[in-house]
């Protein structure tokens, strides 16, 4: 089924522009059953087919081992990988967080912007590398990309969803102390509370943008053969507050038309070895 027609007027949604985009992904956008319940610019529809987007690209590119980095106590894809004849193995860098796990769940400990010269068994032992909402917690982005690369065999892909500066809540997130923050946080939203599903940890949004330019002048270097950033706008962080809510909506549908990435709340940033 196709996912879109990409009639002149909505290539101006770059979330999902047809031209520029790698070959391989095109393939994907093309086919891909995709939930538009949701504006194809607002982070919603990224959260809605996160799941659905990455294991059409492991379809896509023939995967068989799967990496799920960050994965912890809330993998994405823990049932649906196998279901398709994936090889999935959950990181994370905390041996607690995946002890959570089910016991027959394939899993190993390291930071994924750690020193992996010594992990030689992973080394080119993945064909695709997916994370949801972890690449802002790690201190250094740059390293965590090289691993990727280190990781993926030739032809793999990487994909990382993550919330961008300048977003202002993760601004605000980012410039107020992690205790003060993270009280905050769960007093909104108590599913972030320590014993809840989704618990906060420290955020550094480090390399977080949805600036193909900027991201792609410390990508590039790696050596990665293709790069696509696709960029969402939007949130929920006013949903309580109306009259705000509507505003800011409005501001980021024009943001969206407009391509102004410094406005951006979240990307995927695809990679291919």
């Given at each position: ?220 270097p790696i050596g990665f053969s293709e790069v696509c950033i696709l960029p969402f706008w939007g949130h929920h962080y006013l949903d309580r507050f109306p009259v705000l809510r509507e505003i800011e909506t409005g501001a980021n549908w024009l943001a969206s038309r407009l391509d102004w990435r410094f406005f951006t709340t979240y990307a995927y940033v695809i990679v291919r070895k």
């Amino acid at each position: 089924m196709a996912l879109m027609d990409f009639a002149p007027a909505e290539k101006r949604f770059p979330a999902l522009r047809a031209d520029g985009l790698p070959r391989f992904l095109a393939n994907v956008v093309e086919r891909f059953p995709a939930d538009s319940s949701r504006p194809v610019w607002h982070s919603d529809w990224g959260w809605i087919n996160y799941e659905t987007l990455t294991l059409a690209i492991a379809f896509e590119i023939g995967a068989a081992r799967m990496l799920e980095v960050g994965g912890g106590r809330d993998p994405a894809f823990l049932t649906m990988a196998p279901d398709l004849g994936l090889d999935l193995t959950i990181n994370d860098i905390s041996a607690d967080e995946l002890a959570r796990l089910p016991s027959s769940t394939t899993t190993t400990c390291f930071d994924m912007a750690g020193d992996l010269s010594v992990r030689t068994e992973l080394h080119g032992a993945f064909d695709l590398l997916t994370s949801r909402m972890v690449f802002e917690h790690i201190p250094d982005v740059a390293a965590a990309w090289r691993n990727t690369h280190k990781l993926l065999r030739p032809g793999g892909v990487g994909v990382a969803f993550f919330p961008t500066m300048y977003a202002w809540p993760f601004v605000l997130n980012k410039l107020l102390p992690d205790d003060l923050a993270k009280r905050i946080v769960e007093r909104f939203f108590p599913a972030r509370r320590a014993d809840g599903d989704f618990p906060v940890f420290p955020a550094h949004y480090d390399w977080c943008y949805s600036s193909e330019k900027k991201l792609r002048r410390m990508l590039d270097p790696i050596g990665f053969s293709e790069v696509c950033i696709l960029p969402f706008w939007g949130h929920h962080y006013l949903d309580r507050f109306p009259v705000l809510r509507e505003i800011e909506t409005g501001a980021n549908w024009l943001a969206s038309r407009l391509d102004w990435r410094f406005f951006t709340t979240y990307a995927y940033v695809i990679v291919r070895k």
